[in-house]
């Protein structure tokens, strides 16, 4: 067994994740469901990569992500920090005493289950209510209910939990205990600087890992998402240098993630300073800890090539946050593979890599560049062989900000991951049909890359229920592109798309050059030369002139490593 640990970091990182989970979940359901999709019954994807096996004290067998969440206090909304499987555990306070001075409480009304939430309940209390199937024909209340259910999360989620379908075990769900701020006062380094190292913080939370960890036959990595643009970057440093320390030879492959409030106007020059300044030291920090790094989070995902057949809200997690948990997904296709390597055929999947095959693959190259770009098409264009048919490579488009376009660079290298691709008539292509078109994509391709990996799998990417109606009117019911809109739909979800064709690839490249030199420049211009603005606003985070020289540093080895030759990489000091 090669296991993952999941590590889940921040508000937008659970958001994330809870989507990411949904995904797994509805693969699991459709592989037992004898009436499902049989491209989801294969055994060439092993999900016990990703999820633990248990048991409650009732000798109930349950089967929970491998996963540990850290999250503002109250963030799970209506769920327990127990989770929904183990219901043992008791919140009740202690009945030792060791304290005889003055005791203030704080409690908070519980929050009531949204209509998603309750048909969850209802349905595990045997009472059918989705998608429930009376005599062959489909229940026309149930089909209501599914409607209501999507309009429900349409309207609002306010907790990353509301949407969530997914079983989790007690050890998973971490609240930091007496950290009720709001996300938007939570939003910069400095505020979280003490945060893990305080009240034991670091040790119950490095306890919860150490308890996945030692469940593990043979891990071959940790996968961290970890929110970039506030207080829980600190904290995800910090639980980073643990984890570097504890299980060095262990590969942690990081997801540096952008919600979109974190790209919101700045009204004044302090605002910008605060926010370039904790850009710089953030990523400087959390790439310190881990062997490869992949920023992830776009200031207008609405606007960008990657959603051009999506309607995006901006401004709502619920909708971005499910964009990036697809790529992910298809991301880490490759880690739950069980064909042997790439040289390996099979019917249903080829391309297997692990966590450390890919680390050494894109950050251990001739050129050392530890910073990936993530780029998506969703939908993947089908790979139909006519003259007219979209092309695959140019239908990727970056979720990493900052990122250069088109440029030409001998030294890329690529990780691809294309599922559930469309062949000719609307039925799935086979693996050797994908990397054959594939394959002729790059040979009369104009920028192509040094190497690239290319893993296939036919199992499309699910769309769960609870999934945001997100799609356009381009997108068919199994993802296929439509030639012509459908009227009088501009936005379609679960209901009206059941899976689509997925393709994610990551890449070193020098197109990430921007993104680093602009963290790089700021933190020079405002942190380090004389009489910069920041420099008692970084004092004040708890940073020395040589340790923000230390961050500098950092930057520009890093700038070096993808282009040795530029200017803003020398020390101009």
Same mark, same amino acid.
């Given at each position: 067994m090669r296991e993952i640990v999941t590590i889940q970091v921040g508000s937008f990182a659970n958001f994330i994740g809870s989507h990411f989970w949904n995904f797994q979940d509805e693969m699991l359901g459709l592989a037992a469901d004898p009436y499902g999709d049989p491209l989801f019954k294969t055994d060439g994807l092993n999900m016990d990569v990703l999820y633990r096996t248990g048991e409650t004290q009732q000798g109930t067998l349950t089967y929970t992500p491998r996963l540990l969440s850290i999250d503002f206090q109250g963030s799970l909304g209506p769920m327990s920090s127990r989770g929904t499987l183990y219901n043992e555990g008791s919140n009740a306070p202690s009945e030792v005493v060791?304290?005889?001075?003055?005791?203030?409480?704080?409690?908070?009304?519980?929050?009531?289950?949204?209509l998603f939430l309750q048909s969850l309940y209802q349905e595990e209390q045997n009472v059918p209510l989705v998608n429930g199937i009376n005599g062959g024909k489909k229940d026309l209340q149930n089909e209501i209910q599914d409607t209501d259910i999507v309009k429900c999360l349409d309207r609002g989620v306010q907790f990353w939990t509301d949407f969530s379908k997914v079983h989790y075990h007690p050890q998973s769900l971490y609240e930091v205990n007496g950290l009720w701020m709001d996300a938007q006062e939570f939003d910069n380094y400095g505020i979280g600087r003490d945060v893990f190292t305080e009240n034991l913080r670091g040790e119950e939370v490095c306890e919860r890992l150490r308890f996945l960890v030692e469940e593990c036959d043979h891990i071959q990595g940790f996968k961290f998402i970890a929110d970039d643009s506030g207080g829980f970057s600190p904290i995800a440093a910090d639980f980073l240098e643990n984890i570097a320390d504890e299980y060095s030879n262990t590969p942690v492959l990081l997801y540096a993630v952008r919600g979109p409030g974190s790209h919101m106007n700045l009204r004044s020059r302090k605002q910008t300073v605060v926010r370039d300044l904790h850009d710089a030291v953030s990523f400087s920090r959390l790439s310190s800890f881990c062997k490869m790094i992949v920023p992830v989070g776009l200031p207008f995902l609405s606007m960008s090539k990657a959603s051009m057949y999506l309607n995006i809200e901006d401004e709502n997690p619920y909708h971005c946050s499910a964009v990036y948990a697809a790529a992910l997904h298809s991301a880490s296709l490759p880690f739950r593979?069980?064909?042997?390597?790439?040289?390996?055929?099979?019917?249903?999947?080829?391309?297997? /890599? %692990? $966590?450390?095959? +890919?680390?050494?693959?894109?950050?251990?190259? *001739?050129?050392?560049?530890?910073?990936?770009? =993530?780029?998506?098409?969703?939908?993947?264009?089908?790979?139909?062989?006519?003259?007219?048919?979209?092309?695959?490579?140019?239908?990727?488009?970056?979720?990493?900000?900052?990122?250069?376009?088109?440029?030409?660079?001998l030294q890329a290298v690529e990780s691809m991951t294309v599922h559930g691709a469309i062949g000719s008539e609307d039925h799935r292509a086979s693996v050797s049909e994908v990397k054959n078109a594939i394959n002729a994509e790059y040979e009369h391709a104009i920028l192509r890359p040094m190497f690239c990996h290319l893993s296939v799998a036919r199992c499309p990417l699910p769309i769960p229920?609870?999934?945001?109606?997100?799609?356009?009117?381009?997108?068919?019911?199994h993802g296929e592109l439509l030639g012509s809109p459908i009227l009088g739909s501009s936005s379609r979800g679960? /209901? %009206? $798309?059941?899976? +689509?064709?997925?393709?994610?690839?990551?890449? *070193?490249?020098?197109?990430?050059?921007?993104? =680093?030199?602009?963290?790089?420049?700021?933190?020079?211009?405002?942190?380090?030369?004389?009489?910069?603005?920041?420099?008692?606003?970084?004092?004040?985070?708890?940073?020395?002139?040589?340790?923000?020289?230390?961050?500098?540093?950092?930057?520009?080895?890093?700038?070096?490593a993808v282009n040795p030759h530029s200017e803003i990489s020398s020390d101009s000091d």
């Open positions: 060791t304290w005889e001075g003055n005791v203030s409480t704080h409690a908070s009304e519980p929050q009531k289950k949204n593979m069980e064909a042997p390597g790439p040289s390996a055929d099979s019917s249903d999947t080829v391309g297997a /890599l %692990d $966590v450390n095959g +890919i680390v050494q693959m894109l950050a251990g190259q *001739s050129r050392q560049n530890m910073v990936a770009i =993530l780029d998506i098409a969703m939908p993947a264009p089908g790979m139909t062989g006519r003259q007219d048919a979209k092309s695959l490579l140019g239908n990727l488009h970056p979720l990493t900000p900052e990122v250069a376009e088109d440029m030409d660079d229920l609870p999934f945001p109606s997100i799609f356009g009117n381009l997108v068919g019911q679960s /209901l %009206d $798309v059941h899976s +689509i064709p997925m393709a994610a690839r990551l890449r *070193s490249s020098c197109a990430i050059l921007p993104f =680093l030199e602009n963290r790089l420049a700021n933190l020079r211009k405002f942190g380090i030369e004389r009489g910069s603005l920041g420099t008692e606003l970084l004092r004040s985070w708890g940073f020395g002139r040589d340790e923000v020289e230390d961050i500098g540093e950092t930057l520009s080895k890093m700038v070096k």
